[in-house]
């Protein structure tokens, strides 16, 4: 019954390091999003998936940024030699899916605050 | 320009004041989407409509499809209430399922 949750809350990482983000969606929740927020500004999609396919990245920035979500539940956003421009809340969605054309509610986690010095 | 704006950048209102905020997009859509998100950062989904008028308590959200443009209206408005509230937008040419195009928000401070 619990609403999306995302681990860390807050990392804090040297220019250079790798860093995991985790999201664990609603249970039963088959998509799942990845949006990066910069502080002022609205969210900025990056990656989705259905299951554990991902159907699109053309919002990941770079080749640094990858995810992932092997079995189709909790996700995984990895961002490798993070840059201080990396910097900003990383935050996770889930929805139900639904094979007729339309829109589902996207649920929001709490996100994650990646602060890169 | 971006694809999807927002009016007023940030709006103060007396508490019981109606409050409209306005989106206006310049895409083909098949949804828009109206979000809260709280001084603590977490984000809350309030309406999502493709069509017409959704009402749920004191928030009502429109869209007019033809002119591209949808208003988030709070009556009776209240301290509680201040908050950034986010449009934003599926696309139905282009886009991929997941890809919602965002508004920058509005920052509407309610004062007791």
């Known amino acids: 019954g619990a609403g999306v949750s995302q681990s860390p809350r807050y990392k804090v990482t040297k220019r250079g390091q790798d860093v995991a983000l985790r999201c664990d969606p609603i249970s039963g929740h088959v998509s799942l999003y990845w949006y990066r927020q910069a502080l002022g500004q609205g969210p900025e999609f990056l990656t989705y998936f259905n299951y554990e396919a991902q159907q699109d990245k053309s919002g990941l920035p770079n080749d640094r940024f990858s995810a992932e979500r092997p079995e189709g539940s909790i996700s995984t956003l990895t961002i490798q030699r993070t840059e201080q421009r990396d910097s900003a809340m990383y935050r996770c969605?889930?929805?139900?899916?639904?094979?007729?054309?339309?829109?589902?509610?996207?649920?929001f986690g709490p996100g994650t605050r990646l602060t890169v010095l | 320009k971006n694809e999807v704006e927002q009016s007023p950048q940030n709006l103060t209102a007396q508490e019981g004041e109606f409050i409209t905020i306005n989106c206006s997009y310049s895409?083909?859509?098949?949804?828009l989407h109206w979000l809260q998100q709280h001084p603590g950062g977490g984000i809350v989904s309030l309406f999502m409509?493709?069509?017409g008028k959704k009402k749920h308590g004191r928030l009502i959200a429109t869209i007019n499809i033809q002119e591209k443009h949808s208003s988030l209206h709070i009556t009776a408005s209240h301290p509680r209430d201040s908050a950034v509230y986010i449009c934003a937008v599926r696309r139905n040419y282009g886009g991929s399922q997941g890809n919602l195009i965002f508004g920058k928000g509005t920052k509407l401070s309610v004062k007791p």
């Open positions: 409509l493709s069509s």
């Open positions: 969605a889930s929805s139900l899916f639904s094979l007729r054309e339309g829109d589902n509610e996207q649920f």
């Open positions: 895409v083909g859509i098949s949804a």
